[in-house]
C-alpha cells in the first residue's frame, strides 16, 4: 500500500539555521504531497501542498518539489525561527481517494 | 469559523469502561475523518464518512471501536471496553468536499485508560 517515510527525529537547530527533512513516498499512481505541522498541544494544520510531479509548494518560508523521479518531498526553510518549533508530517493522498496517509513525524526544536 | 471543534481535550477512564469521544466538523464541510496518533504508530486513519455515510473503516482496530456521524455537524468514536492500550491522541478532521485535498484538524482528545 501506499506509504510514506520521513527522517527520523528529533530534530535540533539554532536559530537562522537551514532546515531540511526528508520525505519519501511509495505510491501506486500519482499522488498529491503534503506537509502538515503541529505544534504542541495543538492539531495538524497544512503547511503546503504540492499535486503533480515539479510542483513547488510554499508557505512560511518553507518549500518543498515534488520529484516523481525519486520519489521525494524534502521540506526546506533557509533560516529557522524558535517559533518553528513543532512536530512537521509528510503525507500522501492517491489519486481518487481521501485518505492522508502520513509519515511519522519530525521533532524539529529551533534554539535561539 | 470555529474550526472543528472535539471534546473532551482530555480524558482519564479506567480500563473497562465506555468511552466516547466528540467532533463538530466545521459548517459546510463534507468529510470527516476519525485519526488516532500514537508514539509507536504514528497518525493511523481509524474511519472517515463522506456526508453522514461511514466510506472506509478498514482502520478501525477492533470491535471495541465504534464510529457513528447521526448528522452533518456532529460525529462519535466510541470504544467499549476500553484498554489500556487505547491511550493515544485522537484527532477529527473534516474537509469541504469529496477529493478535497486539504484537510482540517481539531485539537484532539488525549485519552488516557489505567
Known amino acids: 500500500g501506499d506509504s510514506v517515510t520521513q527522517m527520523e527525529g528529533p530534530v535540533t537547530l539554532s536559530e537562522e539555521a537551514f532546515l531540511t527533512i526528508n520525505c519519501t513516498y511509495t505510491?501506486?499512481?500519482?499522488?498529491?504531497l503534503f506537509w502538515y505541522v503541529q505544534y504542541p498541544g495543538e492539531g495538524l494544520q497544512l503547511l503546503l501542498k504540492a499535486t503533480k510531479a515539479d510542483d513547488k509548494g510554499s508557505n512560511k518560508g518553507f518549500e518543498a518539489t515534488y520529484r516523481k523521479e525519486t520519489t521525494s518531498f524534502h521540506l526546506e526553510k533557509g533560516s529557522v525561527q524558535v517559533s518553528d518549533s513543532a512536530v512537521y508530517f509528510c503525507a500522501l493522498i492517491e489519486g481518487g481517494s481521501e485518505k492522508l496517509v502520513f509519515g511519522k513525524g519530525t521533532k524539529l526544536t529551533v534554539n535561539p | 469559523d470555529a474550526g472543528v471543534i472535539q471534546s473532551p481535550r482530555h480524558e482519564v477512564t479506567e480500563m473497562g469502561q465506555e468511552v466516547t469521544l466528540r467532533c463538530k466538523p466545521i459548517?459546510?464541510?463534507?468529510?470527516l475523518f476519525w485519526y488516532r496518533q500514537t508514539m509507536m504508530r504514528g497518525l493511523e486513519l481509524l474511519i472517515y464518512?463522506?456526508?453522514?455515510?461511514?466510506?472506509?473503516d478498514s482502520g478501525m482496530p477492533e470491535d471495541r471501536f465504534s464510529a457513528k456521524m447521526p448528522n452533518a455537524s456532529f460525529s462519535t468514536l466510541k470504544i467499549q471496553p476500553s484498554e489500556p492500550r487505547d491511550s493515544a491522541v485522537y484527532f477529527c478532521?473534516?474537509?469541504?468536499?469529496?477529493?478535497?485535498?486539504?484537510?482540517?484538524f481539531g485539537q484532539g482528545t488525549r485519552l488516557t485508560v489505567v
Open positions: 464518512f463522506n456526508n453522514n455515510v461511514p466510506i472506509d
Open positions: 505510491a501506486t499512481g500519482y499522488p498529491s
Open positions: 478532521a473534516s474537509s469541504p468536499r469529496r477529493g478535497s485535498t486539504e484537510a482540517f
Open positions: 459548517s459546510g464541510h463534507n468529510s
